[in-house]
């Protein structure tokens, strides 16, 4: 269940969230955004969703124990989308944290001591080369209480990391302040999103590995640029360089 009342009590936005809609399973909230006719701002959540999916074509295992939730963006430009993952990065951890300290590992993975808590996904429509609708996704694990063997060593949830009394309905509304307060103050020129990378950032000045054209290569991260690429150090080298997204498989050590 899904207490609005709770949830519009928390809630502190102009937009986001104002209209929230809720099902019982859906194959994806993504899908019911891209798919429907909804205003801005307006959020999808569903009990269970039987074809969730995150970044690189990754399913998302859900046993109706997460929070799993989409949002309706429109007016984003193609440049504001990789800033934009980082700041909904920022949001879900403010979010989970809430209950417990949360982390995020670029570009948007949230994690707890090093286990992944959250994963997201933003996903458009085109109308010839414009972007007709943005939708932005995530999946969290709140109420697990235990994962499938292969992926149990690095998976977690916010129950099995705190004693308290967990509300979804408290973590939404907490993403959805963020997520407003931060994309508002980045479009007027206000928040800089590189700044607040080491406040965030599991992996700071941590040696990383990334996959890149199917070599695996040691780094050490330096922190973001203003458009979100990830900004590594050569770990025999030296040399610095940037990582973006789009072009390269990874995975983290920690």
Known sequence: MFDKSLFYSSLNTLSFGKNIFIYDKVTSTNDVLLNGEFSYGSVVITLLQT??????????????????????????????????????????????????????????????????????????????????????????????KDFPEDIA???????????????????????????????DQYKKGLLKIEDLWQKYSANYNKKISIHINGIKKEMIEKGILPNGELIVQ???????????????GYDFNG
């Open 234 to 248: 050569d770990i025999n080298t030296n040399q610095i360089s940037n990582i973006n997204v789009g072009e390269i």
């Open 51 to 144: 074809k969730g999916r995150g970044r690189s074509g990754r399913s998302w295992i859900d046993t109706g124990s997460s929070l799993i939730f989409s949002i309706l963006l429109t007016g984003l430009s193609s440049e504001m989308l990789m800033p934009f993952n980082i700041i909904a990065g920022y949001s879900v951890c403010n979010g989970i944290s809430l209950y417990a300290e949360t982390k995020l590992k670029w570009p948007n993975d949230c994690v707890i001591n090093d286990k992944k808590v959250s994963g997201m996904l933003l996903e458009a429509s085109f109308t010839g080369n414009n972007a007709a609708k943005i939708v932005f996704g995530a999946g969290i694990n709140v109420f697990n």
């Open 153 to 183: 060593y690095r998976a977690t949830s916010v129950y099995l990391n705190t004693n308290k009394e967990i509300k979804k309905e408290l973590i939404l509304a907490e993403i959805l302040n963020t997520m407003e307060y931060m994309l």
